[in-house]
């Protein structure tokens, strides 16, 4: 229990330099809760913002604990080109129904080095035609990077939206072997 007495979820949070920009680094007691892009100040403060009122509790910055610690490892590993995947407990609380079943799905079935359509993406869960649902899970991510949805692109070649921006999407591909690495 919380000061307050409520029976909020203890989260700490640390923020990570690296080639495709800072990244925050959220997690629970059940695992790495949230990754967010571009996180400058204001964009961290409105993510912790969201995890305390969704967790419950003020979420603790605390690049030490030895969930983020291994995490941060993990994740430089594999910007490094290093690791091809990550070995982290998650905690999907953050999302739910069709959205968790579509990155669970993701997670497990797209391996490094690889892509899929968004519409085959809608088959594999049992979705035929639900390729705009999917493109929906695939903004609803709370755990990009870590749950691959960079790796889901256009039927047609295109390369798709991204949150973290397209640069950032053409990078971590090209880390992937699956574009050739920009020219400048």
């Keep these: ?77 594999y910007l490094a080109g290093e690791r091809h995947g990550f070995d982290l407990p998650l905690d999907w609380s953050l999302i739910s129904g069709f959205n968790r079943q579509v990155l669970r799905e993701l997670a497990s079935g797209v391996p490094y080095g690889t892509v899929v359509g968004y519409g085959d993406l809608a088959g594999r869960v049992g979705q035929p035609g639900g390729a705009q649902a999917v493109g929906a899970a695939m903004g609803a991510n709370p755990l990009p990077v870590v749950v691959p949805c960079h790796r889901v692109v256009e039927s047609g070649g295109g390369i798709g939206g991204f949150g973290g921006g397209l640069e950032t999407k053409r990078k971590l591909l090209a880390l992937e072997g699956v574009l050739p690495e920009p020219l400048f």
């Design 1 to 77: 229990m919380d000061s307050h007495g409520q029976d909020g979820q203890r989260v700490v949070w640390a923020v990570v330099d690296t080639d495709i920009g800072p990244l925050m680094l959220a997690a629970t007691r059940d695992g790495l809760v949230n990754v967010v892009f571009h996180a400058s100040d204001a964009v961290r403060d409105r993510a912790l913002e969201r995890l305390a009122a969704r967790l419950g509790g003020e979420p603790l910055e605390d690049p030490c604990s030895p969930l983020l610690a291994e995490a941060i490892r993990q994740l430089r590993a």
